[in-house]
């Protein structure tokens, strides 16, 4: 079982910076690949970046390569999305996902925790 937190979402301006923060809590989280995925009005929830159970392995929506990094702490039980030269098409909810696996996937639908999303507004 896992219990996901997200925090770090709030205003910024286009170019700005922000580190999205995802609290895990439950014994598999070390053990679990984590992913970021942003939902805006009107779409799909989409992949952002994910990140293997050890961070050996990462992948990132061609959107946001180069801009985002996605780390985690185990320690810590915590994932974080480092969002550097951010636009305003960013600006949607950004939900903090966990697999009951390691590996690196990008579906929605392999995440079985979800937490409830932190919004990311950019303005022009």
């Known amino acids: 079982q896992v219990q996901l937190v997200e925090s770090g979402g709030g205003l910024v301006q286009a170019g700005g910076s922000l580190r999205l923060s995802c609290a895990g809590s439950g014994r598999s989280f070390s053990t679990s690949a984590m992913g970021w995925f942003r939902q805006a009005p009107g779409k799909e929830r989409e992949f952002v970046a994910a990140i293997s159970w050890s961070g050996g392995s990462t992948n990132y929506a061609d959107s946001v390569k180069g801009r985002f990094t996605i780390s985690r702490d185990n320690a810590k039980s915590t994932v974080y999305l480092q969002m550097n030269s951010l636009k305003p098409e960013d600006t949607v909810v950004y939900y903090c996902?966990?697999?009951?696996?390691?590996?690196?996937?990008?579906?929605?639908?392999?995440?079985?925790?979800w937490g409830q999303g932190t919004q990311v507004t950019v303005s022009s």
């Open positions: 996902a966990a697999r009951t696996l390691g590996l690196v996937v990008v579906s929605t639908t392999s995440y079985a925790y």
